[in-house]
Structure formats: C-alpha cells, structure tokens
C-alpha cells in the first residue's frame, strides 16, 4: 500500500483522497464567496447604510460559497474533465489543421 507525505503526516489513498477533496472544498468556497460578494457589489445601492450593505454582501457571499464547496467533489471531478477533454480537443484540432 502506498503512502503520501503530506507535511509531515503520511496518509494512504483513501485519506489523501478526503484530504484533497477538502482542500478544493475549501478554495471553491473561498473563491466563490469572493466573487460572489464582488459582484454584488454591483447591485447594492449606495444609499444603503453602511450595515445593509455589509450584510447584503456577506450572507449572500457566504451561501453560495457553502453550496459551492459542499459540492467540492464534483466541481473537482469537472474541472480535472474540463482540462482532459480541452487537451484532447487541441490535439485534434491541431491534428485536423495539419492534414
């Protein structure tokens, strides 16, 4: 059984496995909570009290961002999808072009 050094702790494949899945987890959050209050930043009004604002752009930020990376493992699978299918892609468009 192989071992992964992660740090200074060493984890078989099932605990990396957790592991990585959790710390996509945790840089989709972090991403899409930061988008999300970008962006929204938008629409808030500036009339608005300082408060209102605030709060209208962390709760919505935080929610997405919980939906997001609860779904982590997914998001991880269709992204590692998203880079095989888009290399496969080049490849034949640069195979298609050269003949």
């Known amino acids: 059984m192989a071992y992964r050094r ?3 702790d060493f984890m078989d494949e099932e605990e990396y496995e ?3 899945i959790n ?5 989709v959050f972090i991403i899409a909570a930061g988008f999300t209050g970008y962006n929204l930043q938008e629409f808030i009004p500036d009339e608005w009290p300082k408060w209102a604002r605030f709060t209208a752009t962390i709760v919505p930020s935080i929610i997405v ?4 990376g609860a779904l982590g493992i997914f998001i991880r ?3 590692f999808m998203a880079i ?3 290399a ?7 195979i298609w072009q050269s003949i």
Request: aromatic letters at 24%.
């Open 84 to 86: 095989f299918w888009g």
């Open 23 to 27: 710390v996509w987890s945790f840089w």
């Open 77 to 79: 699978v269709a992204f």
């Open 6 to 8: 992660v740090g200074d």
């Open 65 to 68: 961002g919980g939906v997001l």
């Open 18 to 20: 957790v592991h990585a």
């Open 88 to 94: 496969l892609g080049l490849i034949g468009m640069w």
